[in-house]
């Protein structure tokens, strides 16, 4: 099955069952990323935040989870041919496939946007995957890869908008219900939107979610703000890993039920928050990333009694000589 992320269907939420069956296919696999506990200056005084490293999982990013549980899935199903799987992606997503594609010992074509940062591509070339450069955003992409599956016959993967894909992005939140033990407050990036619909099925109904996007790259915020999706222009530092033109259908099903708050943060303030993950703790991420640790270092977002702070740091694909 074809999917364009500019096409619009209906979808549902991605549930919390899908989630645990998730987890199920892909638990054996992926690592289990640690909580950082660390203190960050705000101006309101210090606060404590829980940083779930999901940046040191293989692939260097969530991405992997939602592409090993699909592929699991289509093999189960048959529907993984020896054309292997092919996906548009700024980087990550296209990592995270190439890496599943690796362990399931199939094929993995990949469409990026001639922007795709060079530490990115690089990692692909290192996994195995067939590059293809085409076109100055996801969107174009997206749309050559839809041709290219046919003429393929690859199983085509979307970044953030398949039900299998963003049910493994949530196993995030199974582990920190077992890793954290109050309340979560989440602060998680938002591209496309399939890692915050994920940990929206995954988390408890007591745990709040925030998005976070760049205000150049704010494709849920505008959505929200208009009651539905809609097409946005990109500027922003961070578009390379939040580079969506557009909301995802199974991220607008998860927050217009209200399961999703939204915040948008300047380049600027993701520019510093990146450099203080690097300063403090020395961590290093990509700018999307850092977006959501932006909102703390403000003071935009602040902790409140008897729940934790958590702040998913999702992506490293970078490189460490722009951290100047």
Request: net charge negative; proline share 5%.
């Amino acid at each position: 099955m074809s999917f364009h992320p500019d096409t619009p269907y209906e979808a549902a939420a991605v549930d919390r069952p899908a989630v645990i069956d998730a987890a199920r296919h892909i638990a054996p696999i992926v690592r289990r990323t640690p909580v950082l506990t660390a203190t960050v200056p705000t101006p309101n005084g210090p606060i404590e935040v829980a940083f779930k490293l999901e940046h040191v999982q293989h692939g260097g990013s969530f991405k992997v989870r939602g592409s090993l549980n699909a592929l699991g899935h289509a093999r189960e199903s048959g529907t993984l041919t020896d054309a292997g799987v092919l996906i548009a992606s700024g980087g990550n997503a296209a990592i995270g496939a190439a890496w599943a594609a690796r362990y399931w010992d199939t094929p993995c074509t990949v469409v990026v946007p001639e922007s795709a940062p060079p530490a990115k591509l690089e990692r692909l070339q290192r996994l195995g995957a067939t590059v293809h450069r085409v076109g100055s955003s996801y969107a174009e992409a997206a749309a050559h890869a839809a041709t290219l599956a046919g003429e393929l016959g690859a199983l085509q993967l979307h970044a953030y908008d398949l039900p299998h894909i963003v049910a493994g992005a949530g196993t995030i939140a199974l582990e920190l219900s077992e890793q954290l033990y109050t309340p979560l407050d989440y602060l998680v990036a938002v591209g496309g939107g399939g890692l915050v619909a994920g940990i929206a099925a995954g988390a408890h109904d007591t745990d709040l979610i925030r998005g976070v996007e760049p205000v150049g790259a704010a494709a849920l915020h505008r959505a929200l703000a208009a009651g539905t999706p809609i097409d946005i222009e990109l500027d922003s530092i961070a578009a390379d890993s939040l580079g969506a033109t557009r909301i995802g259908n199974l991220a607008w099903a998860a927050a217009s039920t209200g399961r999703i708050d939204s915040l948008v943060v300047d380049d600027t303030s993701i520019v510093e928050a990146r450099r203080w993950l690097w300063d403090e703790l020395r961590i290093v991420v990509e700018h999307g990333t850092a977006a959501a640790l932006a909102p703390v270092l403000t003071g935009a977002v602040t902790a409140t009694a008897g729940r934790t702070l958590c702040v998913v740091l999702c992506g490293a694909n970078t490189a460490v000589s722009d951290l100047g």
